[in-house]
């Protein structure tokens, strides 16, 4: 069971980033998948969910509008796109899977990625 997050990067304020994460295909195929990030000094959080069928998401309210999460089944990952990046969403960022379903909960998501470090400049 694996799952390999990638994107990260060093980007200005304002810009743009797309993560990704390649799931194992036993996990794509029935797990909700999550994004969550954890700032420098701080508690990870919740950041974007998507359920296994790919047609309901949640998000956290900081990346309404920003943030889009989705998934491709034929290539096992997720991804979420980043627009409109601020300062305040540097973080390393972690990709999860859920068999519990789409959750904002960090309890329900039974694997996690190794995590990719976004910084915003400002």
């Known amino acids: 069971v694996q799952l390999q997050a990638s994107g990260g990067g060093l980007v200005q304020a304002g810009g743009s980033l797309r993560l990704s994460c390649a799931a194992s295909?036993?996990?794509?195929?029935?797990?909700?998948l999550g994004w969550f990030r954890q700032a420098p000094g701080k508690e990870r959080e919740f950041v974007a969910a998507?359920?296994?069928?790919?047609?309901?998401?949640n998000y956290v309210d900081s990346v309404k509008g920003r943030f889009t999460i989705s998934r491709d089944n034929a290539k096992n990952t997720v991804y979420l796109q980043m627009n409109s990046l601020k300062p305040e969403d540097t973080a390393v960022y972690y990709c999860?899977?859920?068999?519990?379903?789409?959750?904002?909960?960090?309890?329900?998501?039974?694997?996690w990625g190794q995590g990719t470090l976004v910084t915003v400049s400002s």
């Open positions: 999860a899977a859920s068999y519990l379903g789409l959750s904002e909960r960090e309890h329900v998501y039974t694997y």
């Open positions: 998507i359920n296994w069928r790919g047609d309901s998401t």
């Open positions: 295909e036993r996990i794509f195929s029935s797990y909700a």
